[in-house]
């Protein structure tokens, strides 16, 4: 980067030695972004069918077993992850618009919001454990009186594997925008090269996304 | 398209160096001949632009990244080849001779595991495509130079987890690692299916590098129509990379929590669905033979046109039918689930749908045949393979439609007739076509010749290796020996051991490969820049290439494959 950068004075900083032009660096970044981003969603689409062939194998258990999630705690949590992706969009623009001021700003609070969402996750998963709502061999709901159906430690399995997996992404989501906001303390996105926030924001938008999904078809099934 | 509106008449100061050709307006030319005037501008090439062992590990550099791709892949492939090697001493008789039952099922769950997963996977793509991708459309490096070196490091990971497994206790589930019995067994399957998992990530990074690269960096005037076929192929692998991989990563991130914490998805005692992790299992896996065997495709593409001087017989059909087979790659997973109680409907439209993949598979041999039809045949050792790929393949892609049948497959499943046509599209497909390119970009790589009568002698003698070794497994599946079975009734017996000594002689031949090509650098005659008179970009730079490529970008103003010879006023 840096010694094709000296001897070509029109050539910016941020634009790597084998692109011709900031553009096909921003576009390049940017596509190579949405491939990753279908990866993710094709690797949870993994996860959704076997959801959706358990709950045809066994609906009425999905059913009941589904009634022992927090409504609330998922409720607050969708709130926040919804939030949270409009402040990442607001920081994206500010990093457009050249006001860093603002993007730490909204960073700021999207990282807040994505320990807010693990803090509620925290007090969930507790309280799963402690009730033994547990996946496949730890369950042991029966033992605290529940009355679940047959199948139910399936159900429970599928829920932690889903909720967990995308909590992973929270929580490498929120090293990624940690790693973001400390460049932009640098000063280091301006409207010329601001990829690496919008390709972050792409990220926290699918993390989001999948918890769209996650939200009704895991707490709120009817 | 637009290819003209570049004047670059203009730039032709630099005309002196070998590897720029940016100053053609009507079509490119080859610099044969010119190539010993490298002396002339005396910058380093990318083997000795920096020195020491670190200049390589943090390289950022594709061909150098292409390079240790090829050494570990090649390494993997002599592993899991001895492995291969003692699995077939052992079956030269009937009896059990050096291995137990267990020792066999784990030496060959080795062997699948290695090849598959560290070997055919990357050898390809990563290896050779890692080198020319990024020199054939004329750009400085990949779009993501350092996410390819951090490809090539979880690669890596995923290689020192697979063989871990064999401190472990080692595995006995196949390369497949089917439940419920990948639940029960004793062996290190978590460590093996990670392994697996962690080398898909590094397949991934390598599919959205190449799709980027080819997307965003090609040359001025290179558009898609004027790409080498070799690109084509490797794009279409890494779209299906891409899209396919995930499901694997999911489906043994799947497979891990099962035995982990029996969450019992996959568990019928537990209300789960054994059936679902091969649905899932070969959703990744079908469409990755594709990634194992397109850009196999590809290099036979370049192949046959370059040695056979003429212009290649049905250049969009043959660029179409990757993408297009990459596409139907997609809905064909359950032709392996014929015998696993899916549907019979389901059964039926499998099979059809298993059909329509030979249609495009079948375009390309055509159009390889045509374009050997009338050409100026150069038998060179690149040739040779060629030739070799057009009949393994061939046999093996036919015994596909066999095995495609429902009602045959239930009668040939799971014998040595499925290992036998496995083997004649991965070894005679992929394989030869990776030996083959090998050969055509050594002197490119490494700036030196190898010995033609060598390398031909490999080439024969992997043929009759190769068909001594499977064609014997075809009548033996037929007659009814199941695969993976370590001891066998006496009437199999001389079969076998016919398929055993052609595994030798197949053995010989690959390490005569392996002697021509370090033979090549250590003492090869140096090479031009453009020993075939080859037309592609990668042709066009020094051999070996200088680090950023090429001194100028260059300008592309035709077909990759219009040779100067070509007579124009023809059709061709």
Known sequence: ?222 | MSDDSKKTDEKAEDSASTDVVATKTEKPVTTDGDGHAEGVAPEKSYLTASRGVMSWLVTVDHKRIGLMYLVATMFFFLVAGLLAIALRTELFTGQQDFMSAATYNKVFTLHGAIMVFLFIIPSVPAGIGNFVLPLMLGAKDVAFPKLNLLSFYVYCIAAVMLILTLVLGSLDTGWTFYTPYSKSTGTAVIMATMGAFVAGFSSILTGVNFVVTTHKMRAPGMTWNRMPLMIWALYATALIQIMATPVLAITLFLLVIERTLSVGIFDPAMGGDPALYQHFFWFYSHPAVYIMILPGFGIISELITVHSRKHIFGYRAIAISSVAIAVISFFVWGHHLFVSGQSELAGIVFSFLTFAVAVPTAIKVFSWVATLYGGSIRYTTPMWYAIVFLWTFTIGGLTGVYLGTLSVNVHLHDTYFVVAHFHYVMVGGTVVAFLGGLYHWWPKMFGRMYNETAGKISALLVFIGFNTTFLTQFFLGHQGMPRRYYAYLPEYEVMHQVSTVGAWILACGLFLVLFTLIHAIKSGERATANPWAAVSLEWRTASPPIEHNFHATPQVTGSPYDFPEIDKSGKH
Request: proline share 2%; net charge neutral.
């Open chain 1, 1 to 222: 980067m840096s010694s094709n950068a000296q001897e070509h004075e029109d050539r910016p900083w941020f634009l790597a030695h084998h692109f011709d032009t900031v553009g096909q660096q921003m576009s390049s970044a940017k596509l190579g972004m949405w491939l990753f981003a279908c990866t993710e969603v094709l690797m949870f689409s993994g996860l959704f069918l076997a959801y959706f062939i358990l709950r045809d194998l066994y609906p009425e258990m999905v059913l009941v077993a589904s009634e022992e999630l927090n409504k609330t705690a998922g409720g607050v949590n969708t709130v926040v992850l919804l939030t949270s992706s409009f402040t990442m969009a607001l920081g994206v623009r500010a990093a457009q618009t050249n006001n860093n001021k603002a993007l730490k700003r909204n960073l700021l609070v999207t990282i807040a919001c994505a320990f807010i969402f693990m803090i509620v996750k925290y007090f969930e998963y507790t309280t799963k454990i402690e009730h033994g709502l547990l996946p496949g061999a730890w369950f042991s709901a029966l033992e605290h009186g529940y009355m679940l159906p047959k199948y139910s430690r399936v159900f429970y399995g599928i829920y932690f594997t889903m909720t967990g997996l995308h909590g992973v992404h929270v929580i490498v989501g929120i090293g990624v925008l940690s790693w973001i906001y400390i460049r932009a303390r640098r000063h280091e996105f301006n409207s010329e090269n601001y990829v690496a926030v919008e390709n972050a924001g792409i990220y926290w938008h699918i993390v989001d996304l999948v918890w769209i999904f996650l939200f009704p078809l895991l707490y709120l099934v009817k």
